[in-house]
């Protein structure tokens, strides 16, 4: 197997992040706690007491695990096909590491 590496644009993969915050999807699972002074949103997700900052080593974590487990949301992101189902999916690896919900 080979081992390769793709650059992803931080602005792509914020644009992918606010479509999945503004979804009706993620509505259903999370909620929006905080935004910090560099406008990063803190996450909680329903029945759970942990909060997740949603900032760019979270967006580069969730960015691997959603390249590595989730191939038909990755490729309709990289085909500039992504939609609130696909964006719910990637702010999910982004703060747990793996779509829980959906």
Same mark, same amino acid.
């Given at each position: ?11 792509? =993969?914020? =644009? ?23 406008? &990063? ?7 759970? =007491? ?24 990755? =490729? ?13 999916? &990637? ?12």
């Amino acid at each position: 197997m080979f081992k390769i590496t793709i650059e992803v644009d931080e602005a792509d =993969a914020v =644009a992918l992040a606010l479509t999945g915050l503004s979804g009706p999807m993620f509505r259903q699972w999370g909620e929006h706690v905080s935004v910090d002074d560099v406008g &990063f949103p803190t996450i909680r997700g329903f029945n759970e =007491a942990v909060l997740y900052k949603l900032d760019f080593p979270a967006l580069e974590q969730g960015m691997q695990v959603f390249a590595r487990d989730y191939p038909r949301h990755w =490729a309709d992101f990289r085909r500039g096909q992504a939609d609130m189902i696909t964006g719910d999916v &990637f702010v999910q690896c982004c703060i747990f590491g793996e779509a829980k919900y959906g």
